[in-house]
T-cell receptor, first 115, second 115 residues
Framework: DAGVIQSPRHEVTEMGQEVTLRCKPI?????LFWYRQTMMRGLELLIY????????DSGMPEDRFSAKMPNASFSTLKIQPSEPRDSAVYFC?????????????FGPGTRLTVL | KNQVEQSPQSLIILEGKNCTLQ??????????LRWYKQDTGRGPVSLTI?????NTKSNGRYTATLDADTKQSSLHITASQLSDSASYIC??????????????FGTGTRLKVLA
């Protein structure tokens, strides 16, 4: 398996623009997670899906952030409008099941820079 | 407030030496504790996952311990190698019922192994 795939790997945009990050989870995994990582705040869980349904979006910072999972093999995280403070590395992860010992497999991340 | 604190913030050791990283948490109810290794520019990779009843778990040269009474965990690295240079992140899961979990992240320990 190719692992979790994210695109783009790097994104530079100007404040106010819409940004869409993409993720393809590992085939057969039922759970998908979106994380954000910054030097100041470390790794933060934004939202996670189970069988394409959003379960917990309490980590989504503002209404400017939205995430969708239209099918089992694709998810997007959208920021509209983007702001400089959104600059971070965004990770997508997937796992087979949400038990007490499930292992999450992370993608390589998308480094977002908002100017 | 549920928190996970890691120490030290950063650490430099010589190749071949052992080291121990600390993780203290106040998360309740506790579900499990994970240690991740994150290489620069990559996504985190799971090293160990421990539930309440487990007090030690090994993964090669990595050994994690858990003391659920004192709410402390440690990650011991034996005979360090240059490839151990990375950030190590402690993550504690809070069980919030109905099989749902909330992840509380530490800010990580940055380890540098020198030749």
């Amino acid at each position: 398996d190719a692992g979790v795939i994210q695109s783009p790997r790097h994104e530079v945009t100007e404040m106010g623009q819409e940004v869409t990050l993409r993720c393809k989870p590992i085939s057969g995994h039922d759970y998908l997670f979106w994380y954000r990582q910054t030097m100041m705040r470390g790794l933060e869980l934004l939202i996670y899906f189970n069988n394409n349904v959003p379960i917990d979006d309490s980590g989504m910072p503002e209404d400017r952030f939205s995430a969708k999972m239209p099918n089992a093999s694709f998810s997007t995280l959208k920021i509209q409008p983007s702001e400089p403070r959104d600059s971070a590395v965004y990770f997508c992860a997937s796992s087979h099941r949400r038990s007490s010992t499930d292992t999450q497999y992370f993608g390589p991340g998308t480094r977002l820079t908002v100017l | 407030k549920n928190q996970v604190e890691q120490s030290p913030q950063s650490l430099i050791i010589l190749e071949g030496k052992n080291c121990t990283l600390q993780c203290n948490y106040t998360v309740s109810p506790f579900s499990n504790l994970r240690w991740y290794k994150q290489d620069t520019g990559r996504g985190p990779v799971s090293l160990t996952i421990m539930t309440f009843s487990e007090n030690t778990k090994s993964n090669g040269r990595y050994t994690a311990t858990l003391d659920a009474d004192t709410k402390q965990s440690s990650l011991h690295i034996t005979a360090s190698q240059l490839s151990d240079s990375a950030s190590y992140i402690c993550v504690v899961s809070e069980g919030i019922g109905s099989g749902t979990y909330k992840y509380i992240f530490g800010t990580g320990t940055r380890l540098k192994v020198l030749a």
